[in-house]
């Protein structure tokens, strides 16, 4: 069985879980990109190796993710393999444990980082804008 990989969906998938918008990921690509090229890029079965390197370094994802991602393969896999509180590994599962407490103070430092660069992003959009209006 062929595996089809579809690097497109994968970028949106990835750009979607980071909550990361298409004009947002246009503008860290440079001023040849906007909302509608990133939109037909998610399209895309198959992204040229230098494009995807590019998109790696914005989202902070390796290439392979963009690669190799197979949503169907992996909703498989967790809906087949494992059970509540355990991962697979070669030898059979193992618990899962974690300090949830962590993982939130985690979650919100990296939302905070998050609205940060939208701060920092929307300033130097705001200084362009200025510039471009003559202020």
């Given at each position: 069985m062929e595996q089809k990989i579809h690097q497109g969906r994968n970028v949106k998938r990835f750009r979607e879980m980071l909550n990361?918008?298409?004009?947002?990921?246009?503008?860290?690509?440079?001023?040849?990109?906007?909302?509608?090229?990133?939109?037909?890029?998610?399209?895309?079965?198959?992204?040229?190796?230098?494009?995807?390197?590019?998109?790696?370094?914005?989202?902070?994802?390796?290439?392979?993710?963009?690669?190799?991602?197979?949503?169907?393969q992996a909703i498989n896999i967790i809906s087949n393999t494992f059970h509540e509180g355990s991962v697979a590994n070669n030898s059979g599962y193992i618990n899962c444990t974690f300090n949830p407490i962590e993982?939130?103070?985690?979650?919100?430092?990296?939302?905070?980082?998050?609205?940060?660069?939208?701060?920092?992003?929307?300033?130097?959009?705001?200084v362009r804008l200025e510039k471009l209006i003559g202020r």
């Open positions: 990361i918008k298409q004009e947002a990921l246009a503008y860290d690509l440079g001023e040849d990109w906007n909302q509608k090229k990133i939109s037909i890029l998610e399209q895309k079965d198959v992204i040229e190796d230098n494009l995807l390197k590019q998109i790696s370094a914005v989202l902070k994802i390796p290439v392979e993710a963009f690669q190799n991602f197979d949503e169907e993982k939130l103070i985690e979650l919100h430092e990296e939302k905070i980082a998050l609205y940060e660069r939208m701060l920092k992003e929307k300033d130097e959009m705001m």
